[in-house]
């Protein structure tokens, strides 16, 4: 069987890093062909001399020099910026990995499916900001998008090709992240550092922080409208602590089919690979649903976690919304990682750019990026301000 070749974007973060342990272990079927990846040179020199690449992205030219300078080998074609990316993703691969966090990952996702390949999508962002482009392009080129988020590939392998006229609801799961236990005042007084520690996956610090806030799953739920086609009032956000049920689907005759799991990216990586088929598991990552004994499920509370209910509006509003949502939380996430508002501040920043914003239908690229930069725009106004 021929190889597969798979080029990966955000090659060193969390996903990225999975993604070669996983193609590490599957040698035989894939062969990586690119990576892009941010500043992190030295864990990018260690890939490239790994798995070989033909080609490789950074952040700018100042970094594909060094990059270049250290790994002397002409034989590597060294990219940068968002030409690099975009790059990348339409070189001769044949699934693209999207690993990369925010809205970097929109303009590589586009060039991808227009050159009709497959993405392994891990980028929320880009569905939220930009769904019914991607949704234009995938019916225009025959590309295709595989979800990578362990909740997204559990309903992928729940509604199994089932018509959506079938589907009554989709159930996301949320582990309720480090203050699902904290009363509200105590919760708005977070620190980064209590933020940071996520009590069931590792992430990054963007996905962490917003799983922190249940951010992550308001975006999942305009994530999964574009996906499986359903709309916002079909999807249900379930707090489920232990994070073994990873998303269920409830159908129109009563039958409820979940997908249950190791809390480990491998697991959904390795789905989104393969996708129909399915390979024997070379990692130690079965589940012991005995010695789990039991699972738990609770409602959401949205006094608590407010963002998940100003993604809930944003959902039912849609036009211009969610993009001013997924700026807004952009900037006040790395607002708080920089320790320069805190952790309450998240949802009243994005509450304010919503208040501030007057809504239209963006159809193309363009007017979609210039959304999201006046959003960005007015919001470093108000911060800066604020702060």
Known sequence: MKKKRVAILGSTGSIGKQTLDVLSAFKDDFEVIGLAAGSNIQLLVEQVKEH???????????????????????????????????????????????????????????????HGKRVAFANKETLVIAGNLIKDLLRKHHGEIIPLDSEHVAIHQCVNNSSKENIKRIILTASGGPFRTWSKDKIHAATKEQALKHPTWVMGQKITIDSATLMNKGLEIIEAMYLFDVNHSQVDVFIHPQSIMHSAVEFIDGNII???????????????????????????????????????????????????RLAYDVARKGKSYPIVLNAANEIAVDLFLKEKISFGDIEKIILKAMDSHNATEPESLDEILEVDKETRQRVSELTNSAV
Do not use: H
């Open 52 to 114: 070989n690449p033909r080609f490789v992205s950074v952040k700018d030219a100042f970094l594909a020099q060094e990059l270049k300078s250290i790994l002397k080998n002409p034989s590597i074609e060294i990219f940068w910026n968002d030409v690099g990316l975009e790059f990348i993703s339409s070189c001769s691969c044949d699934i693209v990995v999207n690993g990369l966090v925010g809205s970097l990952g929109l303009k590589p996702t586009i060039s991808a499916l227009s």
């Open 258 to 308: 979940a997908q249950l799991g190791a809390t480990d990216m491998k697991l959904p990586i390795q789905y989104s690979l393969y996708y129909p088929e399915r390979k024997q598991l070379p990692f130690n990552l079965f589940c012991d649903l005995l010695a789990i004994q039991k699972l738990e499920f609770e409602k959401p509370d949205y006094e608590k976690f407010p963002c998940l």
